[in-house]
């Protein structure tokens, strides 16, 4: 049974910083292409990041890029998002995602077979 287990989240000023985490369970990170996704009330889940199986490569949207990195540890089968110098429309719901393969893309979500339970972050000025 795949799991992704979030931790991290919660309250931070404009321009601090913040790590969300991702374990996984009955699925490899290093066979699956990972993803981080948020999503604000009424509006469609949003490709944040991803990080391919083969080699590592990252991408990010461009409301991200240079401010957010994920990264992941093969030993630890984890995800993380780390995030810097964050802004107040960066308030969402953050979600992991695994792919049904090693490689995939920002969106569309229904490349992604697996989510983690969501973890709230709020952005204030």
């Known amino acids: 049974q795949v799991q992704l287990v979030q931790t991290g989240g919660g309250s931070v000023q404009a321009g601090g910083s913040l790590r969300l985490s991702c374990v996984a369970s009955g699925l490899s990170v290093d066979r699956r292409c990972m993803a981080w996704f948020r999503q604000t009330l009424g509006q469609e889940r949003e490709g944040v990041a991803i990080?391919?199986?083969?080699?590592?490569?990252?991408f990010y949207s461009a409301s991200v890029k240079g401010r957010f990195t994920i990264s992941r540890d093969i030993a630890q089968n984890a995800v993380y998002l780390q995030m810097s110098g964050v802004k107040p429309e960066d308030t969402a719901m953050y979600y992991c995602?695994?792919?049904?393969?090693?490689?995939?893309?920002?969106?569309?979500?229904?490349?992604?077979?697996?989510w983690g339970q969501g973890t709230q972050v709020t952005v204030s000025n």
């Open positions: 990080i391919t199986a083969t080699g590592g490569n990252d």
């Open positions: 995602a695994a792919a049904r393969t090693g490689w995939c893309a920002l969106g569309p979500i229904a490349q992604y077979d697996s």
